[in-house]
Structure formats: C-alpha cells, structure tokens
T-cell receptor, first 111, second 113 residues
Framework: DQQVKQNSPSLSVQEGRISILNCDYT??????FLWYKKYPAEGPTFLIS?????DKNEDGRFTVFLNKSAKHLSLHIVPSQPGDSAVYFC??????????FGPGTRLSVLP | EAQVTQNPRYLITVTGKKLTVTCSQN?????MSWYRQDPGLGLRQIYY???????DKGDVPEGYKVSRKEKRNFPLILESPSPNQTSLYFC????????????FGPGTRLTVT
C-alpha cells in the first residue's frame, strides 16, 4: 500500500490561475515533506519543503500547506505559468534516511 | 557547476548480463541514494548511503547492489539483470539525509530483454 498518495494523475489549469496539487500520506511518523518538479528527460528538481512543526511555507509563487491531523499537504502555484507544466512529486521522510515519493501529478498550464 | 552525473544515460542489455550504472557528485555530499521510477508508482528508493562505507536498503533493494568506496561515487550494480528491472533510474545526493533536499542526476533508462 502506498504511504504517499497523489490521487490526481493529471491537472490542467489556465495560465494566470491557481494550480493546487494535493498529496496524502498514511504514516504518522513522517515529519518532513518535499515537493519536486520533473521535466521530461531530466531528473527531479527540488521545489519547496515543509517541516511538520509548520503548517505553511512560502517561496515566491509556490506555497505548501500541511494539515497534520488530516495527513494532507497541498502545493499552490499562483499565478501558474506555462513553464510550470511538469510532473510534480510529493515526498515524505520520517527524519531518517528513507524518502517515500508519491506517484506524481502531471500539471499542464494552458496559455 | 554543482551536479550529479550518471552513466550511461541509456542502456539496452540482455537478461543475466552484469552491468553497472555509475553515479558521481561534485558537491561533497554525504548522503547518496538510488531510485527507480515506474509508471504509476513514482520514485522508489533502492539503496542509500549515509557516508563512505555506509550503505543500507531502501524499499526495493532486491536484485541490486551498491558500494560507496569514495564520497563522490555511488555505483549501482545489477549482477544478473531481469526484465522486471527495466526502468528509469535516478541517482541523488544531499548534504545530509534528514531535512535536506536531494539533487538528482539526469536518469538512466535501462531496458533488459
């Protein structure tokens, strides 16, 4: 059973609007969460992270929200740009050396 | 330029023929890791290493070996590849494990026939 789930395989958003990507996890020991972006034929690149002691972290157009009680986090991109079109992976760690990734959500930002 | 390099980028091989995928980083990172990416499954961790001579199994280690003789290199070894190891492989490194983002290599697409 997947410990990190991204239930939307794909998402399409109009340029300039908000993109919201969701991630759910089952392991209550996870205490650090990361989002990675991946373009075709490239390795994933780090986008933003959040520790379990926070409920929000913001970096420019990207904001991650964490709801520990619901075991849910989301990535907000505002405003969305065509260059944001990529696959987004949610990842979680229990503070140790293991990282668990979700299956990814393919975001398409339409001009 | 800070980077993680992998070689080869593409490889087609036959069942049972031993192969090694190399991974090297130039950032003096302590932590290195190997992942495989399969459709619908995301990235799954194969092995990781906290430092030289320290390696441990991830979630899907069966059929793989690794070694960490030098800090910068972390090769992935398939002693007897099988078709179910056909996948896209990524090497990654970070300053440390907990609390740090990982830098990924460009990936190695492996096909085992």
């Amino acid at each position: 059973d997947q410990q990190v789930k991204q239930n939307s395989p794909s998402l399409s958003v109009q340029e300039g609007r908000i993109s919201i990507l969701n991630c759910d996890y089952t392991n209550s020991m996870f205490d650090y969460f990361l989002w990675y972006k991946k373009y075709p034929a490239e390795g994933p690149t780090f986008l933003i992270s959040i520790s379990s002691i926070k409920d929000k972290n913001e970096d420019g157009r990207f904001t991650v929200f964490l709801n520990k009680s619901a075991k849910h986090l989301s990535l907000h991109i505002v405003p969305s740009q065509p260059g944001d079109s990529a696959v987004y992976f949610c990842a979680a760690s229990d503070g140790g050396q293991n990282f668990v990734f979700g299956p990814g959500t393919r975001l398409s930002v339409l001009p | 330029e800070a980077q993680v390099t992998q070689n080869p980028r593409y490889l087609i091989t036959v069942t049972g023929k031993k192969l090694t995928v190399t991974c090297s980083q130039n950032m003096n990172h302590e932590y290195m890791s190997w992942y495989r990416q399969d459709p619908g499954l995301g990235l799954r961790q194969i092995y990781y290493s906290m430092n030289v001579e320290v390696t441990d199994k991830g979630d899907v280690p069966e059929g793989y070996k690794v070694s960490r003789k030098e800090k910068r290199n972390f090769p992935l070894i398939l002693e007897s590849p099988s078709p179910n190891q056909t996948s896209l492989y990524f090497c990654a490194s970070s300053l440390s494990a907990a609390g740090y983002e990982q830098y990924f290599g460009p990936g190695t697409r492996l096909t085992v026939t």
